[in-house]
Every structure is written in C-alpha cells, then in structure tokens.
Nanobody
Framework: QVQLVESGGGLVQPGGSLRLSCTAS?????MGWHRQAPGKQRELVAV???????KYLDSVKGRFTISRDNVKKTVYLQMNSLNAEDTAVYYC???????????????WGQGIQVTVSS
C-alpha cells in the first residue's frame, strides 16, 4: 500500500499562483492530481509518468505545470493565473501503468483545498 502526503494549497486571489506537492511512500509509475469542485464530478487535472509523459486537463493547459522528482518520489503542480473556476479540493493520485492508461488510479491522497477568491 502506497501512502500519499499532500501539501500546499490555500487561499489565493484571482491571477495568483500556488504550488501543490505530493510525496509517495513507495515507487509508482504515474503520479498526478485530480480535483473536485462543489456539485461537480472529480476530474483529472494533470498526471506525469515516471518517464515524463504528461496529460493535462484542457482548461489548465498553459497555466499549470506538473513536474516530478523520481528520487524524492514527489510530484509538483505549479498553478499560475488561477481563477475562481479552479476552486476545488485537489487530490493527489498515483498508480501503475494500467492506471495511467485506464484512468482508474490505485492510490489517493486525503485532498487539499484550493480556493481562488478576492
């Protein structure tokens, strides 16, 4: 069982930036982030494989950047130009190659709140 520990998040004004981090307790093929806003379904934000393949949600392309430190087993999500629509609980996720292909992830973090408001 892999444990995921998230950090970062909080309250930021529109146009601002935040960085999320997530560290895994073991080796995983893919790591990334989903988010869930009130009244909406959980959606994939960004994921990155151990060899650097990346997927982004269309609405965050050009604003968010995912990166990974394989030695530290940590994934980062740099979020710039944040707007109110980015407000959500962000969940770190991780899994195998099968998870990357299927979108069904094996491990989840507790979730961290990101609020964009003036």
């Amino acid at each position: 069982q892999v444990q995921l520990v998230e950090s970062g998040g909080g309250l930021v004004q529109p146009g601002g930036s935040l960085r999320l981090s997530c560290t895994a307790s073991g080796n995983v093929f893919t790591m990334g982030w989903h988010r869930q806003a009130p009244g909406k379904q959980r959606e994939l934000v960004a994921v990155i494989t151990i060899d650097g393949n990346i997927k982004y949600l269309d609405s965050v392309k050009g604003r968010f950047t995912i990166s990974r430190d394989n030695v530290k087993k940590t994934v980062y999500l740099q979020m710039n130009s944040l707007n109110a629509e980015d407000t959500a609980v962000y969940y770190c996720n991780a899994g195998t190659f099968r998870a990357y292909v299927s979108g069904v992830y094996d491990y989840w973090g507790q979730g961290i709140q990101v609020t964009v408001s003036s």
